[in-house]
Structures are given as C-alpha cells and as structure tokens.
C-alpha cells in the first residue's frame, strides 16, 4: 500500500474516532440534562399533587374554600385604624402589649380575616375515600393519607376506616420492601409485571 493512502486511512480513522468519542460526550451531556429536567418535572409533579392533596384533606375535614371580607378592607386599611392596629401588632410582637389593645387588634383583624365555608358531610365523606384510594396508588401518598384518615375518623367516624387504613399500612409496608430488594430481583419483579 502507498504511504498517501496508509496516511488518508489513519486520518480518516482518527477523524471518524474522534467525532464517535465528541458524539458519545455529547449523547452523555444530553441524557444527564434529560435525567436532570427528568427529576425536576417529578418534583413539580409531586409539589401539585400535595397541594391538591393538601385542598382535598381540607375539604375532608369539613374545611371548604376561604373568602377573603373585602367590604372590610377599605376600613381596616384605611386612617387611623391602621396605624392602631399597626401599633397593636408591634407590642404584641415586642412583648410589650396591654391586653386590651391586644383585644382590639384582633377584634380589628377579625373583620377582615379570611372566612372559611363549611363543607357537607357527603363532600367530606367522598373526600376521605378518595384520600385513601390516592394513598393506595401513590406511595408519595400513603402516610398523608393514613394520618388524614385517623385524624378525620377521630371526630367524625369513617366507613370502613379500619380497613382502609390497615391497606394504608400494608401498602406502604409492601413499598418499602420493594424499595429494599436487590436489583435483581426488583427486574424479575418488573419483567413479571409487579
């Protein structure tokens, strides 16, 4: 073979090794980005799927939507009101307060403070099953779920709440096995559909 062709196939090679090996870089960058982007949707997931959970739990326990009194704003906010409430607030933080301008400050704020409406018992009693079946999907869920559900059935008595809640408990048990076992054997498991 002739030195030209020997030199034109070594540089070939060399040039072709070198853009498999940018190439193999720039495929790892990518998939550490993926992997990155990956974990933050997870987390942005888990943050919407809590505060829904969170609004859910609340109408469970009998909590509904708040409003906010707007007619009392323009008098709370407004002259001297606000500047005695103001003050109030301050001696309270400082420690410093009378008990009645204490009184007063909180009589004041309680006009404009949120307002909660109650929610009815067929709304409170759906909102808990559905708790539990998320807590039986979601293992993110499970404990919110199993503490909701005790705290709710501790005023106001749940169906089926022993049983559900021992679910609770089983699934959760059953996930954390799960997260324990070998690589192996969490294969197998997938490969036969668990």
Same mark, same amino acid.
């Given at each position: ?83 005695? %409430?103001? +003050? ?5 933080? %400082? ?57 709710? +059935? ?41």
């Amino acid at each position: 073979m002739e030195p030209v062709v020997t030199v034109a196939v070594v540089a070939g090679s060399a040039s072709i090794a070198g853009a498999a090996i940018a190439a193999s870089f720039q495929y790892a960058s990518k998939a550490r980005e993926e992997k990155r982007l990956a974990r933050l949707a997870q987390i942005e997931a888990d943050t919407r799927i809590a505060d829904a959970f969170a609004t859910l739990m609340g109408k469970a326990h009998g909590r509904g939507q708040t409003h906010l009194s707007e007619a009392a704003l323009p008098i709370l906010f407004e002259g001297e009101l606000l500047d005695e %409430t103001r +003050n109030a607030l301050t001696r309270i933080v %400082t420690g410093q307060s009378e008990h009645r301008a204490e009184a007063r400050a909180d009589r004041a704020l309680d006009v404009a403070t949120l307002r909660t409406v109650g929610v009815g018992k067929a709304d409170m009693d759906a909102a808990i099953q559905v708790i539990a079946q998320l807590g039986l999907k979601h293992s993110l869920l499970t404990r919110p779920a199993w503490v909701g559900l005790e705290g709710r +059935n501790e005023f106001q008595p749940v169906h089926e709440c022993s049983e559900l809640v021992t679910r609770l408990k089983q699934f959760e048990s059953e996930e954390i096995m799960r997260l324990r076992r070998s690589r192996w054997s969490r294969l197998l498991s997938w490969l036969r559909g668990r």
